[in-house]
């Protein structure tokens, strides 16, 4: 197995990178040429993924090092046009790979499908006689999708809720479907619609909406690691991180921050595998929000040698069939480059992104500030805002960076400058 551990993998060529991603990994050449040479998709098949085609946008994709999950270590492909997000995650990950790197679980990958009814006169009977009804409602969602339960997935349950609104009291009856390494949302969605007329007949009621549940809270991830005081800069350093984490636990404001930030990990893996990003941050919200109170997604607590211990749990609703996870050929490289042979598996790499990218950010905060890192990275692209040639960047950023001025205005001026030859 390819160790992730290397260091100064940031300043190896592009190519050199490359080299040895692919070394174990068994990359083709259409592979890579989809990851570096020939980065656009054929416009055929880009016509075919979505709507009114006229072109395409590139993001980046960066490899973060140093993860070792569950025991193995795993390159993490990430699709950002942030800078800082691959270093970061980077950064923290190493903080975690002394002490064994990251460990994840996952409670299952049943998603929820909602079926609305309105128009009935009573609600408790017609509950009752759903369940009555339990097992020729699921037989018939089932016949909808052999595949699915041919894998062991399928409906294996249902919900029925009661939900009084300003002018209805409404009856919402949930479809519990087992989509295995599908994210699912087809598969339950036309369960749902194939079984509305008979959910009709049933309740005497009238369907009107069948659509999947983003609130993901039967497919939920976790992941925890330790993360070494030492590595982050020491003990003080670890206690301000904890109380970095309790301002996000009890104040929405800084909430909102700290899991934008978990979302530059999670976001970042999940569009480079082809999933949905819309999702899963949909997801992760409601979650944050779950007790009526939003909060933080990770926690932090101090361990019993002082170090700093992190976790992380949310819903997780990503596939490796599916949508665009088999059509897009970076999605399906990036697969191959983590190593990934299930849902569950990138769910879980993808929980231990989110939480190395929110401990590399409250670090930051909680000693030196954000700034310094993040904007020396980003000044690379002030320079070439700028109208930096490539070989003069490293030197404008280094000037900026010793000067302890990143704003456009100097790097337009040392730019400037450079290019008048002084
Ligand atoms: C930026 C660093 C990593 C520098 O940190 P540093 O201490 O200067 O880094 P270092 O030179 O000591 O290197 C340590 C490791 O970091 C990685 N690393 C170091 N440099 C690079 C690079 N150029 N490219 C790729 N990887 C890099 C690399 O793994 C390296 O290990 P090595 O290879 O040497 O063994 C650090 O300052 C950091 O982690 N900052 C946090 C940045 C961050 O969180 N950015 C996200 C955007 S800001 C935001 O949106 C979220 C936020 C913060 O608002 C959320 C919130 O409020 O909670
Ligand atoms: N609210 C939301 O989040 C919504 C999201 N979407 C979109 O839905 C798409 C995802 O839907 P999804 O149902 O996953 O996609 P697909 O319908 O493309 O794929 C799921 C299907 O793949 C087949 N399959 C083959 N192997 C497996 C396996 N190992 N595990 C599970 N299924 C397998 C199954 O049956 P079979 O072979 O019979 O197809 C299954 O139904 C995404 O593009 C998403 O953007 C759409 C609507 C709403």
Do not use: W
């Amino acid at each position: 197995m390819t160790t992730t551990r290397i260091p100064g993998f940031y300043r190896l060529s592009t190519q050199e990178r490359l080299d040895i991603v692919t070394k174990g990994r068994g990359l083709t050449e259409d592979e890579l040429s989809y990851l570096s040479a020939n980065q656009t998709l054929p416009m055929d098949l880009a016509d075919s993924m979505i709507e009114n085609v006229v072109g395409q946008i590139s993001i980046p994709v960066g490899i973060a090092t140093n993860f070792k999950i569950n025991g193995k270590d795993t390159f993490i492909p990430m699709a950002t046009e942030e800078p800082s997000v691959v270093a970061a995650a980077s950064n923290a990950a190493k903080a975690t790979y002394e002490h064994g790197g990251f460990f994840t679980s996952m409670s299952g990958t049943i998603m929820r499908g909602q079926i609305q009814v309105l128009n009935v006169a009573d609600p408790y009977a017609a509950k009752a006689k759903i369940f009555e009804h339990k097992e020729e409602i699921m037989n018939l969602c089932n016949e909808k999708d052999p595949t699915l339960v041919s894998l062991g997935g399928g409906v294996k349950d249902l919900e029925v809720h009661i939900i009084p609104t300003t002018n209805h009291t409404m009856l919402v009856i949930h479809l519990i479907v087992d989509t295995r390494d599908a994210m699912g949302a087809n598969a339950v969605n036309t369960m749902a619609e194939s079984v509305a007329p008979m959910i009709e007949t049933i309740t005497g009621g009238r369907v009107l909406l069948r659509i999947i549940s983003n609130l993901a809270d039967r497919r939920l991830v976790r992941a925890r690691a330790v993360f070494s005081a030492e590595a982050l800069g020491g003990k003080e350093v670890v206690k301000d991180i904890v109380s970095a984490y309790e301002f996000a636990e009890f104040d929405p404001y800084r909430a909102a921050t700290h899991n934008k930030g978990i979302m530059n990990g999670i976001s970042a893996v999940v569009l480079a595998t082809g999933n949905d990003t819309r999702a899963v941050e949909a997801g992760a919200h409601a979650y944050a929000s779950i007790s009526g109170h939003y909060k933080s997604l990770t926690k932090f607590e101090i361990n019993a040698d002082g170090d700093l211990s992190g976790s992380i749990e949310l819903p997780m609703a990503v596939g490796i069939v599916g949508g665009a996870t088999k059509t897009h050929p970076v999605a399906k490289a990036s697969l191959k480059i983590m190593g990934i042979s299930s849902a569950e598996e990138l769910a879980g790499c993808i929980a231990a992104t989110g939480l190395a990218q929110n401990a590399a950010g409250l670090r930051a905060l909680a000693s030196e500030g954000i700034q310094r890192g993040h904007m020396s990275l980003h000044a690379r692209n002030l320079a070439v805002m700028a109208g930096a040639a490539k070989s003069d960047i490293d030197r404008i950023v280094a000037q900026a960076v010793a000067e302890k001025d990143l704003r456009y205005d100097r790097i337009l001026e040392i730019t400037k400058a450079i290019q008048r030859g002084e």
